[in-house]
Nanobody, 120 residues
């Protein structure tokens, strides 16, 4: 069994910073593309940023220049450094990973979500 656990959310004032982490554990053969999504109340879940196993990244236009996605393959962990936060960044942030298990099965996994609240 493989699971993703997020941490690092919280309450911050506009202009502040937070760092989210997503740790994968279990019967992992390979972590492929990983990503952060977010969902604000009344909105659909949207892609924030993604990173391949080789380190190629992709960002939503709304976070370019402010957020940085990274990963530590040795620790099976992904990060999201969020700077210059705005009230509109308030949402539940979810970790997503394309995982190949030790049984060589593909799994699309989600974490439980972590709340990020940015006050004005």
């Amino acid at each position: 069994q493989v699971q993703l656990v997020e941490s690092g959310g919280g309450l911050v004032q506009a202009g502040g910073s937070l760092r989210l982490s997503c740790a994968a554990s279990g019967n992992i053969f390979r972590l492929n593309t990983m990503a952060w999504y977010r969902q604000a109340p009344g909105n659909q879940r949207e892609l924030v940023a993604s990173i391949t196993s080789g380190g190629s990244t992709n960002y939503a236009d709304s976070v370019k220049g402010r957020f940085t996605i990274s990963r530590d393959n040795a620790k099976n962990t992904m990060y999201l450094q969020m700077n210059s936060l705005k009230p509109e960044d308030t949402a539940v942030y979810y970790c997503n990973a394309d995982v190949t298990t030790t049984l060589l099965r593909g799994r699309d996994l989600w974490g439980q979500g972590t709340q990020v609240t940015v006050s004005s």
